[in-house]
């Protein structure tokens, strides 16, 4: 028992209205880096204590090389190019990720609690990860790589938002 | 009691005490090391009895333990989602039960409240109690700010002044019948408890003294396995496997779910009460519950049977013996579906059809299928050309190729969802297919997630998030318009404003 699908509206959504800041595409390119740069040590470490099967593992290195700078050229760009937030009195709206995208719209009254995150490397760059949490263990909004000020009334607009909304949130 | 504690200590432990039982061999040191430890556990389960005290006051349910690590759980009255009582046969030997009050935000982290060794009269009127919350009034024991005795000393008639029976009706939604019995071997069920039994059991074979000297019925199959041709050893040991499993299912079936009920309480709560020799009964608060889910793993599926589970706060999300979100156990799919469409009140949203996803989707699931299955053969051939691993691992990697299009095409099949009036239901898997009716109400957010390649297709995947059950439910492989249309209607006001052209 099955339907076809309904004709639908010509109903689309935009992107949200505002990018993070620039700082985050170096910022994401040092936390690629990092993981890129431990399995390069790892074979050229391999490389060096096994001299028999030189050849393989030198093709296998070269071809690690070459995808880490494939990766690290790319995926910060198009992460910045993707990476969006908006936050209206009624609703918080997010898109994020490169090759697979997602976008999360939360409406204010099931908002539950706004954190900020500042790891070393984040502090690094003077940036800061907002998460912003709904009763569902599944439903968190985040939002990476906003310089401190913008997260920081970010979260306060946000904290006065819910706080004004009544009910407990489930 | 006294007894529970210890007893129960020593059984958490038993699994590390066994190994010094069998090192005991090495000297007389090992054996005083096995009577302290055992005194130790003793003692420690005392001291946790001794110390363990609750209260129940007009706004709280309190816990109180420890003498050098000091424990002290709160919970406010209110958040109390769900009271589960159980029984293990020793409990009952002893006239106990133990409560295990849910609350908490998130099945995935839940917070517990655990109160055991609790004389059994004693644990079902708290939960009375709890459940219904009549006036604190009618109660005052029960509102005192003073606490408890030690578990043991306290009676029935101390702590809670007795309720009249209940003189509310009890509507019967589901019972167990002895022919459904029939389904246990579908669940798959005893296939873990199999596999952890032979592997267990390989391994004493392999390592103890009994294989090696001594004459033993366990040392004529060893020899009997090792010597035999592969291929009739092969089929025997498959054919025992599966006889061990099937028996296993059924036995795990009657014990989990003897006389099963499920019945709706006017209160405003379903109770599941079941099991054989450990009893347990579940309460659910109505209005806590964010929908239901039809759950039919693929064996259940071909024999015409189904599962019921509760998408509810406060629950433990786990396997369906262990976790408390279990409504009805593996039965005729008919009998499922009446029961799940009296629980949520709209029976459309359980039978009523569904949308397909068209032909896109219909293409990725081939291809997610095929290309898996194509790299795994190439990947396999190469092996054997270039390192000589041995041929059967290819006839493996053909099996699953021959297997692909089928289970694409179920999968497609399976996929599906439909809004109805107070319910976004979704539909989708194979292996183990779920029709899932979440209510509108309680979705919380909405996400959108799309894949690369889903991009190309113009197909996303619709994602409600809940604060019950998974916390995420999918409508995977809809097509654009469509999921921001479901989207729409079933939480009206929040899109509109991300339009495009504002």
């Known amino acids: ?170 | 009691m006294l007894l529970i504690h210890p007893v129960r200590e020593v059984g958490r432990l038993l699994p590390a005490l066994i190994p010094l039982f069998f090192i005991n061999r090495s000297g007389d040191f090992g054996a005083w090391w096995t009577y302290a430890g055992t005194a130790a556990v003793i003692l420690l389960g005392l001291s946790r009895w001794f110390t363990t005290r609750f209260r129940v006051t007009a706004t709280q349910v309190e816990l109180r333990a420890g003498l050098i690590f000091r424990r002290r759980k709160a919970t406010p009255l209110d958040r109390v989602r769900t009271i589960d009582i159980s029984a293990s046969p020793l409990h009952r030997v002893l006239g106990l039960a133990k409560v295990t009050i849910g609350t908490g935000v998130s099945s995935t982290n839940p917070d517990w409240l655990v109160l055991d060794g609790l004389q059994a009269q004693v644990a079902h009127q708290l939960r009375a109690d709890l459940l219904h919350r009549r006036s604190v009034a009618k109660s005052p024991t029960a509102a005192s700010d003073a606490w408890s005795a030690p578990i043991e000393a306290r009676t029935a008639a101390e702590e809670f002044e007795a309720y009249p029976e209940s003189a509310e009706p009890e509507q019967e939604l589901y019972a167990l019948r002895a022919g459904w019995i029939r389904y246990a071997p579908f669940t798959m069920s005893g296939l873990l408890t199999a596999l952890a039994i032979v592997g267990f059991g390989w391994q004493i074979l392999e390592n103890s003294d009994f294989t090696r000297q001594r004459e033993s019925v366990l040392k004529n199959i060893y020899d009997y396995f090792v010597a035999a041709d592969f291929w009739t050893a092969a089929l025997q040991i498959a054919g025992g496997t599966l006889l061990v499993i099937m028996t296993l299912s059924i036995a795990g079936y009657i014990l989990a779910f003897w006389q099963f009920r499920l019945s709706r309480h006017s209160g405003g709560t379903l109770n599941v009460t079941r099991g054989l020799l450990t009893t347990r009964a579940t309460s659910i608060e109505e209005r806590r519950l964010r929908g239901i889910e039809v759950a039919q793993p693929l064996l259940l599926r071909l024999a015409g049977g189904a599962r019921l589970l509760a998408v509810s706060t406060g629950l433990k999300a786990g396997s369906a013996t262990q976790g408390g979100n279990l409504l009805v156990p593996p039965s005729p799919y008919a009998e499922v579906a009446r029961v799940a469409g009296s629980i949520i009140g709209e029976q459309s949203a359980i039978d009523g059809p569904l949308i397909r996803h068209g032909s896109a989707a219909r293409r990725r699931r081939h291809t997610r299928a095929l290309v898996p299955a194509l790299v795994l053969l190439a990947g396999v051939v190469l092996l054997r050309v270039q390192f000589d691993f041995p041929v059967w691992p290819i006839g493996i990697a053909v099996a699953f190729l021959a297997v692909a299009p089928a289970l694409a095409e179920d999968r497609y099949r399976a996929l599906g969802h439909s809004l109805s009036e107070r319910h976004l239901v979704s539909r989708l898997g194979s292996l183990s297919r779920q029709r899932t009716a979440l209510r509108r109400e309680g979705i919380i957010s909405f996400g959108i997630r799309s894949s690369y390649f889903q991009r190309r297709a113009g197909l996303v995947t619709l994602i409600a998030t809940t604060a019950g059950g998974r916390q995420h439910y999918e409508v995977p492989d809809v097509q654009t318009a469509e999921a921001l249309r479901v989207a729409r209607a079933a939480i009206p006001n929040l899109l509109e404003e991300f339009a495009v052209g504002t």
């Open chain 1, 1 to 170: 028992m099955t339907t076809e699908q309904p004709a639908s509206t010509s109903f689309a959504l935009r992107a949200p209205g505002h990018l993070v800041h620039r700082r985050a595409i170096a910022y994401w390119t040092v936390r690629a880096l990092i993981g890129w740069l431990a399995l390069t040590a790892i074979q050229v470490f391999f490389l060096i204590d096994h001299p028999d099967t030189r050849t393989v593992r030198v093709i296998l290195l070269s071809v690690t090389v070459a995808l880490a700078l494939a990766h690290l050229v790319v995926m910060p760009r198009w992460r910045y190019r993707v990476h969006r937030w908006e936050a209206t009195p009624t609703a918080v709206y997010t898109q994020s990720g490169w090759f697979n995208q997602e976008r999360r719209i939360a409406p204010m009254p099931r908002i539950q609690t706004v954190d900020t995150q500042r790891g070393p490397l984040l502090q690094l760059f003077k940036l800061s990860n907002v998460t912003v949490t709904t009763a569902s263990a599944a439903g968190a909004l985040k939002i990476q790589g906003l310089d401190t000020k913008t997260a920081d009334q970010l979260t306060t607009d946000l904290t006065r938002a819910t706080a004004a909304t009544t009910g407990d949130a489930t």
